[in-house]
């Protein structure tokens, strides 16, 4: 069965430092891994997916993610944090035994500080 | 074009009712999915369709009834609320259920089940 773990419930960053949120899979074949963001009483909004290629992905407002097929992460970065940015994100891998659905992983609550 | 759009937004049932939570998109896409969220857990498929006429089940799909009559929309029914359902609901689509397709989320439906 496919799985996402992100293995920290809220990272907190002051504003101008960079930012990780850390997300690492279990995938039979191929990952498929996208990122998406919540913000308070919102939807979830679309990052950035890897699909194939180079293993740094960028994606909207900055962000980017790095693919280690070794270490089976796809963690979330961002060079210098906005209070913005503060928000719920998840990282989700497509499950090819669910008609290409998404698994997603438990999320991890941003908190930029000015 | 509004995307995925959902009704109710909030919602309040005592145990035992049912009703319907609306999904909607005008994005001409062949896949939508409902999803389940709760603290901690991320987000959960209930249930979802590949096209009009073809349904099935997610990761938890018991106690909720799903229909595709027409591509834009994908209602989800709950045949007798119990407390357990209380949970922010999501509708996704996506173009074609491909690997590297994008899925597209509402705005979510906030149901309390009392």
């Given at each position: 069965a496919q799985s996402v773990a992100q293995p920290e419930d809220q990272v907190n960053v002051a504003e101008g430092n960079p930012l990780t949120v850390k997300c690492t899979y279990s995938v039979s074949g191929n990952p498929y891994l996208f990122w998406y963001v919540q913000y308070p009483n919102r939807g979830l909004q679309f990052l950035l997916k890897y699909i194939t290629g180079d293993n740094l992905v960028k994606g909207s407002y900055g962000f980017e993610a790095e693919f280690n097929k070794s270490q089976t992460s796809f963690h979330l970065k961002k060079p210098s944090a906005l209070v913005s940015d503060s928000a719920l994100y998840f990282c989700a891998v497509r499950d090819m035994n669910a008609g290409n659905m998404l698994t997603f992983g438990g999320g991890t609550r941003l908190m930029v500080k000015p | 074009n509004a995307g995925v759009t959902q009704t109710p937004k909030f919602q309040v049932l005592k145990t035992g009712q049912s009703m319907t939570l609306q999904c909607a998109q005008d994005m001409n896409h062949?896949?939508?999915?409902?999803?389940?969220?709760?603290?901690?857990?991320?987000?959960?498929?209930?249930?979802?369709?590949?096209?009009?006429?073809?349904?099935?089940?997610?990761?938890?799909?018991?106690?909720?009834?799903?229909?595709?009559?027409?591509?834009?929309?994908?209602?989800l029914r709950l045949l007798s609320a119990a407390p357990s359902q209380t949970s922010v609901y999501f509708c996704a689509s996506s173009p074609t259920g491909g690997r590297t397709d994008t899925q597209y989320f509402g705005p979510g439906t906030r149901l309390t089940v009392l």
């Amino acid at each position: 069965a496919q799985s996402v773990a992100q293995p920290e419930d809220q990272v907190n960053v002051a504003e101008g430092n960079p930012l990780t949120v850390k997300c690492t899979y279990s995938v039979s074949g191929n990952p498929y891994l996208f990122w998406y963001v919540q913000y308070p009483n919102r939807g979830l909004q679309f990052l950035l997916k890897y699909i194939t290629g180079d293993n740094l992905v960028k994606g909207s407002y900055g962000f980017e993610a790095e693919f280690n097929k070794s270490q089976t992460s796809f963690h979330l970065k961002k060079p210098s944090a906005l209070v913005s940015d503060s928000a719920l994100y998840f990282c989700a891998v497509r499950d090819m035994n669910a008609g290409n659905m998404l698994t997603f992983g438990g999320g991890t609550r941003l908190m930029v500080k000015p | 074009n509004a995307g995925v759009t959902q009704t109710p937004k909030f919602q309040v049932l005592k145990t035992g009712q049912s009703m319907t939570l609306q999904c909607a998109q005008d994005m001409n896409h062949e896949y939508m999915s409902w999803y389940r969220q709760d603290p901690g857990m991320g987000l959960r498929l209930i249930h979802y369709s590949v096209g009009a006429g073809i349904t099935d089940q997610g990761e938890v799909p018991n106690g909720y009834n799903v229909s595709r009559s027409t591509t834009e929309d994908f209602p989800l029914r709950l045949l007798s609320a119990a407390p357990s359902q209380t949970s922010v609901y999501f509708c996704a689509s996506s173009p074609t259920g491909g690997r590297t397709d994008t899925q597209y989320f509402g705005p979510g439906t906030r149901l309390t089940v009392l």
